[in-house]
């Protein structure tokens, strides 16, 4: 008896050692099997995880960020040992005592669902790395064998607090922010080392289900949550009964419930100038690295300045669209309903409208509520000061029809309080309706030395449209691109005091007769160069293009930057073909700093994660800036080795042509700054596009207007429409950046020209037809030669237009550049003319 039951326990323990050798054996074989080709740890050692670029101003203030998972990287040793045992209670307590794997959890697991429990997850730490690193997230049993076997390999391979900061860091959390150091900007603007324990049990409840657990729409489950994490840290030894007790009692507090100001608030609203950045960066270095190698991006804008960048493009287009005397508003409105039942303001913070304006005060978003004959009631979007919120009648004296006619209750609306003082000061006087206009423009300034950029404004409002009409926006630049022909005409040979014939033209284009008119529809006889930019003369200009050739200035704007490709056409030295603001105030720029090649920039510095610098714009050499100490009064020698592309004298010769534009030109009386200043107007067919791009010694800024479907803008010229924005953004910038005379370049002398005759005076001559013009040594101007451009003159043509009395037109017979000679009108009163466009 005895024996037979030593033989059958015997035989039981046999076939239990041989199950379990063959369960081993299995397992061993599963895990082999599942083993290979399995990705290597190694990667996790050197971990680099996506990290939010940041964009600073030159003042080291945050303006923007971009980031497609919202990540801020910590080192385990800066994450606190609070935060670490919050995240270890509610997810893997026996974390510092497992090798990967938890047998123990994973057993209270499958007991727990045994018995009908809730069905939840074993996975530890380490495999939940595993899961977010290096396998997809389906629920299968060979994900799980791999997670194992990952893990495992993993404690091997790093420290616990390694892999702890791995996780800390790559967690999804909600609200896009990734890691706890993101989370806890994003739901409490604190850092980690000011977290409360109840909000750092409050980020370690969002690994779950971070949707299912939001601050405002889940607040007593995330609650409970909370609280239950709060009791895992006290019974795990981590907090006291003091602290857990007086924790648990505090409420759901965050920022999306409006108990903490955003960390956003502290940033402006994104803008023109950080999403340009976006653009160009993303294009240098990839977009996975832009948003996601954690750079620090220096940006060159100059914050005052850029506000008020801002604001004198916006008052030129809200003064143009009142002057149309329509209303549009925002064609955005709320069913009326929500305005009765309280809920209008949630329903209007869901709507997509402008929020970004600034323009002599902040515009709010509002909507139309009362409708009367003699006010219009509304409620605006965060209540502000001061009520009652309504809109007297006289307020919209500039729009056609009555309230009733223009608004229907529900209606989304911009509305400003008016005071009596300029930006917001003074007195409040009422509540204004505006509208965002429907034309639009671009604006931009630079230094002409270095290409910084330190204003860009691409339309009325970023939010409104993202659309940048200073770098994106193709437009034909008008007569802001004569400068480019005279500047070939220059090089060729010319000089400011050549005599060109202001006469009519027809080309056969072989598409049909050409005949480019003047703006005025006048022709003027023979002039100096000079005064075809200054009084911007098609004709003029047309014959100089001829006589260099169409391919020197298509080579010379082409160098310039302003194409890549021009097609060397007649019609294209007045401006039609189409090129970027952006392109053509880099290029003035260099008009401007004597003729050297400067490469614009947003960006002074770019700088990786770790510091290095990785971009700098400014590539000149500073020969002093190592030594230790400079002499008194003396300052580091920095070496220009850029490359000119204009002779210094050409250079200065079109400067001072342009300086007339503002003198007396089409320009003159609208720009007046308190030093030399040059510019030219530009004005294309039917004033569809308007221009002005100046520039001082030291700064170049540039304006366009123009619907972004190309129609005509009426009554519209580059001088009176572009100037004014021109005017006010240079009046304050050259208080800061300063300017004084143009450099006259070595080589050259100064001769004394009539600039009506281009005859050559004596060096006392003085009088408002007198200019000084600068020749280059061993040239003297060259008199009694008229330049036309190789045109014939046709019996049929036409010598002066219909409204113009022949009878009191002078008539002057010259000698032309071929040889021949033609009697043409003589100049005309200066009364009579007018800015150029393309015709």
Same mark, same amino acid.
């Given at each position: 008896m005895i024996r037979f039951i030593l033989g059958f326990f015997g035989s039981i323990f046999s076939w239990l050692t041989l199950a379990a050798i063959m369960g081993a054996l299995t397992t061993?074989?599963?895990?082999?099997?599942?083993?290979? $080709?399995?990705?290597?740890?190694?990667?996790?050692?050197?971990?680099?995880?996506? !990290?939010?670029?940041?964009?600073?101003?030159?003042?080291?203030?945050?303006?923007?960020e971009f980031a497609k998972e919202r990540r801020l990287y910590t080192p385990a040793a800066q994450i606190p040992e609070l935060v670490k045992h919050a995240f270890i209670s509610a997810e893997d307590k026996n974390f510092y005592t497992h090798k990967g794997y938890d047998p123990r959890g994973m057993v209270a697991a499958a007991v727990e669902a045994a018995r009908g429990g809730r069905?939840?997850?074993?996975? !530890?730490?380490?495999?939940?790395?595993?899961?977010?690193?290096?396998?997809?997230?389906?629920?299968s049993a060979e994900r799980k064998i791999k997670e194992l076997i990952l893990a495992s390999r993993l404690e091997k391979s790093l420290e616990k607090e390694d892999i702890l900061a791995l996780y800390l860091n790559e967690i999804f959390l909600g609200q896009n922010s990734y890691g706890v150091t993101a989370a806890a900007q994003t739901y409490f603007n604190k850092t980690l080392d000011r977290l409360e324990p109840h909000e750092a049990a409050m980020l370690a409840a969002m690994p779950k289900a971070p949707s299912d657990y939001h601050p405002v729409r889940n607040e007593e489950r995330l609650l409970n949550r909370r609280n239950f994490i709060l009791k895992e840290m006290y019974e795990n030894g981590y907090i006291d009964e003091q602290t857990y007790l007086s924790e648990r009692e505090q409420p759901i507090r965050?920022?999306? $419930?409006?108990?903490?100001?955003?960390?956003?608030?502290?940033?402006?609203?994104?803008?023109?100038? !950080?999403?340009?950045?976006?653009?160009q960066l993303s294009g240098r270095f990839g977009e996975d690295e832009f948003f996601g190698g954690g750079l620090t991006i220096r940006a060159t804008v100059d914050p005052e300045m850029q506000d008020l960048a801002a604001r004198s493009l916006r008052k030129a287009l809200e003064d143009y669209d009142r002057s149309r005397g329509q209303w549009r508003g925002t064609e955005k409105s709320l069913d009326p309903a929500t305005l009765d039942d309280g809920t209008w303001e949630e329903a209007l913070a869901d709507m997509r409208v402008a929020r970004d304006?600034?323009?002599?005060?902040?515009?709010?978003?509002?909507?139309?509520?009362?409708? $009367?004959?003699?006010?219009?009631?509304?409620?605006?979007?965060?209540?502000?000061?001061?009520?009652p919120h309504v809109v007297p009648r006289e307020d919209i004296r500039w729009m056609s029809g009555s309230f009733r006619d223009n608004f229907e209750r529900g209606d989304i609306v911009h509305v400003r309080a008016m005071t009596s003082g300029d930006e917001g000061e003074g007195e409040f006087m009422r509540w204004?309706?505006?509208?965002?206009?429907?034309?639009?423009?671009?604006?931009?300034?630079?230094?002409?030395?270095?290409?910084?950029?330190?204003?860009?404004?691409?339309?009325?409002?970023?939010?409104?449209?993202?659309?940048?009409?200073?770098?994106?926006?193709?437009?034909?630049p008008g007569s802001t691109f004569k400068p480019f022909v005279y500047a070939s005409a220059l090089s060729s040979g010319f000089s400011p005091a050549s005599i060109i014939i202001d006469a009519p033209i027809e080309i056969d284009t072989g598409?049909?007769?050409?005949?480019?008119?003047?703006?005025?529809?006048?022709?003027y006889g023979p002039a100096p160069l000079r005064t075809g930019i200054e009084r911007s003369r098609n004709l003029m200009t047309v014959r100089i293009a001829q006589e260099v050739g169409m391919d020197t200035v298509a080579r010379y704007?082409?160098?310039?930057?302003?194409?890549?490709?021009?097609?060397?056409?007649?019609?294209?030295?007045?401006?039609?073909?189409?090129?970027?603001?952006?392109?053509?105030?880099?290029?003035?720029?260099?008009?401007?700093n004597g003729g050297e090649r400067v490469e614009p920039t947003l960006v002074d510095r770019v700088q990786d994660r770790w510091g290095r610098t990785i971009y700098r714009h400014d590539q000149r050499d500073c020969e002093d800036c190592k030594a230790a100490r400079l002499p008194a009064g003396e300052a580091p020698t920095i070496t220009s080795n850029r490359e000119r592309v204009m002779d210094a004298i050409t250079a200065y010769q079109l400067t001072s042509m342009m300086q007339g534009v503002v003198q007396r030109g089409t320009a003159s009386g609208i720009v007046n700054l308190p030093v030399p200043?040059?510019?030219?107007?530009?004005?294309?067919?039917?004033?569809?596009?308007?221009?002005?791009?100046?520039?001082?010694?030291?700064?170049?800024?540039?304006?366009?207007?123009?619907?972004?479907?190309?129609?005509?803008?009426?009554?519209?010229?580059?001088? !009176?429409?572009?100037?004014?924005?021109f005017q006010r953004f240079m009046t304050e910038a050259v208080q800061k950046y300063g300017g004084g005379r143009f450099k006259v370049p070595e080589g050259g002398h100064f001769v004394k020209i009539d600039r009506y005759s281009g005859a050559r005076l004596p060096d006392s001559a003085s009088g408002p037809s007198v200019v000084a013009e600068y020749f280059r040594d061993g040239e003297e101007p060259i008199f009694g030669i008229v330049f036309d451009g190789g045109f014939a003159m046709g019996s049929n043509l036409p010598m002066f237009s219909p409204e113009q009395d022949q009878s009191r037109q002078q008539t002057v017979d010259v000698e032309t550049s071929t040889g021949g000679r033609v009697n043409i009108p003589s100049k005309a009163p200066s009364a009579s003319l007018s800015a150029g466009g393309l015709y």
């Open positions: 061993g074989a599963i895990f082999w099997m599942y083993g290979r $080709g399995l990705p290597s740890t190694e990667q996790l050692e050197n971990y680099q995880p996506a !990290t939010i670029s940041r964009v600073y101003n030159g003042e080291g203030q945050l303006m923007d069905l939840r997850g074993a996975s !530890t730490i380490t495999q939940q790395v595993m899961k977010n690193f290096l396998l997809s997230s389906d629920r965050s920022v999306q $419930g409006g108990d903490f100001e955003s960390f956003r608030s502290a940033m402006p609203r994104r803008d023109y100038f !950080t999403d340009e950045i976006r653009r304006i600034w323009l002599e005060n902040k515009w709010h978003v509002a909507v139309v509520d009362e409708i $009367g004959d003699s006010q219009l009631g509304l409620k605006i979007e965060g209540n502000p000061e001061p009520a204004s309706l505006r509208q965002v206009p429907e034309v639009q423009g671009g604006f931009m300034a630079m230094d002409v030395n270095t290409g910084r950029v330190i204003a860009m404004q691409g339309g009325f409002s970023y939010e409104n449209s993202v659309f940048n009409r200073a770098t994106q926006a193709t437009r034909q598409a049909g007769i050409w005949r480019p008119q003047n703006a005025s529809n006048r022709f704007a082409e160098r310039f930057g302003v194409y890549d490709d021009m097609p060397p056409f007649l019609a294209n030295a007045l401006g039609s073909y189409e090129t970027t603001l952006f392109k053509m105030v880099s290029a003035y720029a260099m008009f401007a200043t040059a510019g030219k107007t530009g004005t294309t067919n039917d004033s569809k596009d308007v221009w002005f791009i100046g520039f001082t010694s030291n700064i170049v800024a540039g304006c366009y207007i123009g619907y972004d479907r190309p129609r005509s803008l009426g009554r519209a010229y580059g001088g !009176t429409t572009c100037g004014p924005v």
